[in-house]
C-alpha cells in the first residue's frame, strides 16, 4: 500500500458506543494529523503529531481522544459522541510541520454518523 | 487568528478559463497552498506560494500577492474531471506553522 490509509471508511455509532479511527501512512513521513470536516465548514485542525509526540491540540472537547503509537499510525479513539460530531474525519501526514513547500497528504478519511 | 474567504461556488464552461481568488488574514504568513477535493475523496495538493508571483504548473496556476493578503487559482483549458473543490490554506507560523483552511469553492464544470 501507499499514501495514506484510513479505516474503516464510514462509521455509524450510538452515543454511548466507543471506537477507533485508524490512519497508517507509507510515506516515511515524521507528521501526523487529524482533521474534521463538516458541511458547509471549512477543514478544522484537531491534532497534530509530530514524531510521536502531541505538539497541537486545536481545544478538541475530551470525547476525542488521539493516539500516535509510533510514526506510521495513528488513531482517534472516540466515546459518547453528539450527533453534531458526525462528519467526515481526515488523516494527514506531512514530512514535519515546519515551513517549506511541505505539503501535506491526506488519506480518504472515514465518514462518521453519530445517532 | 485567521480569516480566509474563498467563493462558495462558481461555474464554469468546458474548455474555459476560471479564476478562484482566496483572500487572508494572519499574522505570521509562511505560506499559502492550493488543494483539490473531488467530492467523497482526500484533498490532494495543487500548488505552493509563499513568495509573490505566479507559479505555474500545467493547466494550473497559482497567484500569490502578500502585501494584499490575496491568491488565485486560475484553471485553463478546463475539463469535466475539473469540477471539485477548491481548498485555499495559509500557514502560519505564529500558530506552529500549522494549516488553516479556508471553506473551499465547490466549480462546476458544464459542458
Known amino acids: 500500500e501507499t499514501g495514506v490509509t484510513q479505516t474503516p471508511r464510514h462509521l455509524v455509532m450510538g452515543m454511548t458506543n466507543k471506537k477507533s479511527l485508524k490512519c497508517e501512512q507509507h510515506?516515511?513521513?515524521?507528521?501526523m494529523y487529524w482533521y474534521k470536516q463538516s458541511a458547509k465548514k471549512p477543514l478544522e485542525l484537531m491534532f497534530v503529531?509530530?514524531?510521536?509526540?502531541?505538539?497541537e491540540n486545536n481545544s478538541v472537547p475530551s470525547r476525542f481522544s488521539p493516539e500516535c503509537p509510533n510514526s506510521s499510525h495513528l488513531f482517534l479513539h472516540l466515546h459518547t459522541l453528539q450527533p453534531e460530531d458526525s462528519a467526515l474525519y481526515l488523516c494527514?501526514?506531512?514530512?514535519?510541520?515546519?515551513?517549506?513547500?511541505?505539503?501535506?497528504?491526506f488519506g480518504p478519511g472515514t465518514r462518521l454518523t453519530v445517532l | 487568528g485567521q480569516n480566509i474567504d474563498q467563493p462558495t461556488e462558481m461555474t464554469a464552461t468546458e474548455g474555459a478559463i476560471v479564476q478562484i481568488n482566496c483572500t487572508y488574514q494572519?499574522?505570521?504568513?509562511?505560506?499559502l497552498f492550493w488543494y483539490q477535493q473531488h467530492a467523497g475523496e482526500a484533498p490532494t495538493f495543487l500548488s505552493y506560494?509563499?513568495?509573490?508571483g505566479l507559479e505555474e504548473k500545467g493547466r494550473f496556476s497559482s497567484f500569490l500577492s502578500r502585501s494584499k493578503g490575496y491568491s488565485y487559482l486560475l484553471l485553463k483549458e478546463l475539463q469535466m474531471k475539473d469540477s471539485a473543490s477548491y481548498l485555499c490554506?495559509?500557514?502560519?507560523?505564529?500558530?506552529?506553522?500549522?494549516?488553516?483552511f479556508g471553506g473551499g469553492t465547490r466549480l462546476m464544470v458544464k459542458p
Open positions: 510515506l516515511g513521513h515524521n507528521a
Open positions: 506560494n509563499v513568495l509573490d
Open positions: 490554506a495559509v500557514r502560519d507560523n505564529n500558530a506552529g506553522n500549522m494549516l488553516t
Open positions: 494572519t499574522s505570521g504568513f509562511n505560506g
Open positions: 503529531y509530530s514524531l510521536e509526540e502531541r505538539v
Open positions: 494527514a501526514s506531512s514530512q514535519e510541520p515546519s515551513g517549506g513547500a511541505d505539503e501535506q497528504f
